[in-house]
């Protein structure tokens, strides 16, 4: 009987629904305003929009009636001003455009890796919205958004590299650090998409086999 219920557990655990990327992706909207607006006006306007990305997203969360903080929204917001006010405030003139993107991608790393150090991916906030409580409390599920967080802080890391290197360098092709940081991203992207749809399959599969019984 114990044997039974183990193994139902297990499948149920399995075949749990994976956390849909759509949700957790718009964490990520300042910092394509940011590469939007940088590459049209500069460096230091691409910053203030991303703040201004990252406020009108954590305005947007508490009419939601959202009570939790999302880390990587609350900490783009605080970065994004912050850098935006010594742009403004300090010798912009000295900022390239490489060296404001160090800035920028290492403290999108930085706020990833610390949500999966205190155990709270940036994708578990939005993926417990589309889930009953019951399966967001489950260890799977966190094991789930842990590794895509994983996945997109390794991608992250590209993204850094690329701009160091870019910094240190400066004579590299930038055809080559923008070519690496695409294929970084899109792998991210596809992982996080295959990952969902095949956590949604076997959702489905044992849901179809659970009444056929």
Do not use: C, Y
């Amino acid at each position: 009987m114990n044997h039974g219920s183990s193994a139902q557990a297990t499948q149920a655990d399995s075949a749990k629904p994976a956390p849909s990327p759509a949700g957790a992706m718009l964490a990520f909207a300042p910092f394509a305003a940011f590469v939007l607006v940088e590459k049209l006006l500069g460096p230091l306007a691409g910053l203030a929009a991303g703040a201004l990305v990252s406020i009108a997203l954590l305005l947007r969360e508490r009419l939601l009636g959202v009570r939790e903080v999302n880390i990587l929204e609350a900490g783009s917001a605080l970065m994004f001003s912050g850098l935006t006010v010594l742009a403004w405030t300090g010798d912009a003139a000295g900022w390239t455009l490489w060296t404001v993107r160090l800035w920028v991608d290492s403290g999108l790393l930085l706020l990833v890796l610390f949500s999966i150090a205190i155990r709270r991916p940036f994708t578990l906030q939005h993926a417990r919205r589309q889930v009953s409580a019951e399966i967001a409390a489950r260890p799977a599920f966190l094991r789930a958004n842990t590794l895509l967080s994983g996945v997109w802080a390794l991608a992250f890391a590209v993204l850094v590299a690329m701009d160091a290197l870019m910094v240190l360098r400066p004579q590299t092709p930038a055809s080559i650090a923008v070519a690496l940081t695409v294929a970084a991203l899109l792998a991210a992207f596809k992982f996080t998409t295959s990952f969902a749809a095949r956590r949604q399959a076997a959702a489905r599969g044992a849901t179809e086999e659970g009444h056929g019984a």
